[in-house]
């Protein structure tokens, strides 16, 4: 498997890689990567972690699932390829990104999120892999486990971390963010469905973002690519 290495997510990942789950989540993965098509590329399926090393985090934004169309998927929540035509959701993240600070421009042509991983946006889908073309085919008990104990590691960090929860199903996992030095900043979900019809243009979420962190002495994020 391609574990993160060298940085500080891998007590994490040699504390959980001798449990049954992770065991039984990585027979899973070995079997659908042989017989399925299976999104992202089995050398991506870890990239949140590796470009988000754990100590540097300061916001967290969860996903769902990874795009299950060809050549979108990377392994970080809403990114897309380089390349690749932005998603409705990508395209309404950057609209709203560039409302907040007053930015009358074309959006971006990349949906490449990387350069936000690199600066302690930690883009996590839940569900880390997908079959293609079909959505949620990867939601099984085994992610779940794994997905709380990532949380569980970011809450025993005592230091200014945003979690932007977009939608319902984002919000849902609320309840394992504990931490009184965290903040929780709720929409609604990007998605043309949910954010037309309120509470995703104009809530203000990424500004809200970094005057935290600047509150705190945080370095803010540069959520547009220079």
């Known amino acids: 498997m391609f574990f993160p290495k060298n940085n500080d997510w891998d007590a994490i990942f040699d504390e959980v890689k001798d449990k049954d789950y992770f065991i039984n989540l990585l027979h899973f993965l070995d079997s659908e990567y042989k017989n ?36 979108q998927a990377m392994g970080l929540a809403f990114s897309v390829k380089e390349g690749v035509a932005l998603p409705p959701s990508l395209k309404n993240i950057f609209k709203e990104i560039y409302s907040e ?22 883009l996590l889908n839940p569900y880390l892999t997908v079959v293609a073309h079909h959505p949620l085919s990867h939601k099984i008990k085994e992610y779940d486990l794994f997905f709380k104990e990532i949380v569980a590691a970011i809450e025993s960090l005592n230091k200014p971390i945003v979690y932007l929860l977009w939608g319902n199903n984002a919000k849902k996992y609320e309840n394992l963010i504990k931490n009184p030095n965290h903040l929780v900043i709720k929409t609604s979900h990007p998605s043309p469905l949910s954010a037309n019809q309120g ?12 005057e935290f962190l600047k509150s705190h002495g945080s370095e803010e994020i540069k959520w547009i690519k220079d």
């Open 36 to 71: 399925k098509i299976i999104y992202p590329s089995r050398d991506e399926l870890f990239n949140a972690f590796k470009l988000t090393p754990l100590n540097e985090i300061k916001v967290v934004i969860f996903g769902q699932d990874p795009y299950p169309n060809p050549n």
């Open 101 to 122: 600070y007053g930015i009358n421009k074309e959006l971006p042509k990349s949906g490449d999120l990387t350069y936000l991983a690199k600066q302690g946006v930690l």
């Open 199 to 210: 509470g995703w243009f104009n809530s203000g979420c990424f500004l809200k973002a970094n």
